[in-house]
């Protein structure tokens, strides 16, 4: 068991670029969510995916915000137009079918300059 | 008023003493709660989990739910300076996706 990753750690990006975001859940973990956490605060959810489905999604999450999940495995999370309140850390959580508890990956540290 | 309060301290304390965090929830409908521990710029840690009103303890750790008054704890016995970090608490409702409403966090200094 590896853990849930995320890629790239840190990105920092010039305001109106575009970022993407990857995470890989657990393993045969089919539930699958992002939060974004700003300093001070404890994260907040953005959407959340079972498989490869998208079943909700936060009014956080606005248009310029995109979240897939193919195949149901890996999951990106695309910024379009960065604005400088986007920068934050960017969570991804996994967890199992019959569980509630939800474990976290180190966090993508977005940078809009 | 947020739906799970959770003082942000910072709290300090000497190493050995018992640590007691505390978070109020408003939404009577939380199920399930959890405490993650996180270290500066990292993710979040599960610690502990829970779905029932009462204690569950681990190791040092002890993880308190009170229904009824809406108010979780989590107790941290012999306390070590690497237990320095932030503490989140966080609940989810039965059929909500499961989702997590979190606290603010507190932040722990167990000082050598």
């Known amino acids: 068991d590896t853990g849930v990753s995320q890629d790239p750690r840190h990105k920092i990006t010039k305001r109106g670029q575009n970022v993407t975001f990857r995470c890989d859940p657990i393993?045969?973990?089919?539930?699958l969510y992002w939060y974004r956490q700003t300093l001070g605060q404890g994260p907040e959810f953005l959407t959340y995916?079972?498989?490869?489905?998208?079943?909700?999604k936060s009014r956080l999450l606005s248009d310029r915000f995109s979240a897939e999940r193919p195949k149901g495995s890996f999951s990106t999370l695309e910024i379009q137009r960065t604005e400088q309140g986007d920068s934050a850390m960017y969570l991804c959580?996994?967890?199992?079918?019959?569980?509630?508890?939800?474990?976290f990956g180190p966090g993508t540290r977005l940078t809009v300059t | 008023q947020k739906e799970v309060e959770q003082d942000p301290g910072p709290l300090s304390v000497p190493e050995g003493a018992i640590v007691s965090l505390n978070c109020t929830y408003s939404?009577?409908?939380?199920?399930?709660f959890m405490w993650y521990r996180q270290y500066s710029r990292k993710g979040p840690e599960l610690l502990m989990y829970?779905?029932?009103?009462g204690n569950k303890e681990d190791g040092r750790f002890t993880a308190q739910v009170d229904k009824s008054s809406k108010y979780i704890s989590l107790f941290i016995r012999d306390s070590q300076p690497s237990d320095s970090a932030t503490y989140l608490c966080?609940?989810?409702?039965?059929?909500?996706?499961?989702?997590?409403?979190f606290g603010k966090g507190t932040l722990l200094t167990v000082n050598p």
């Open positions: 959580a996994s967890s199992g079918q019959n569980s509630y508890e939800q474990y």
């Open positions: 393993s045969e973990h089919n539930r």
């Open positions: 995916f079972q498989n490869e489905a998208q079943l909700e």
């Open positions: 939404n009577s409908a939380f199920q399930y």
């Open positions: 829970t779905y029932s009103s």
């Open positions: 966080a609940m989810s409702i039965r059929g909500s996706n499961y989702k997590l409403t």
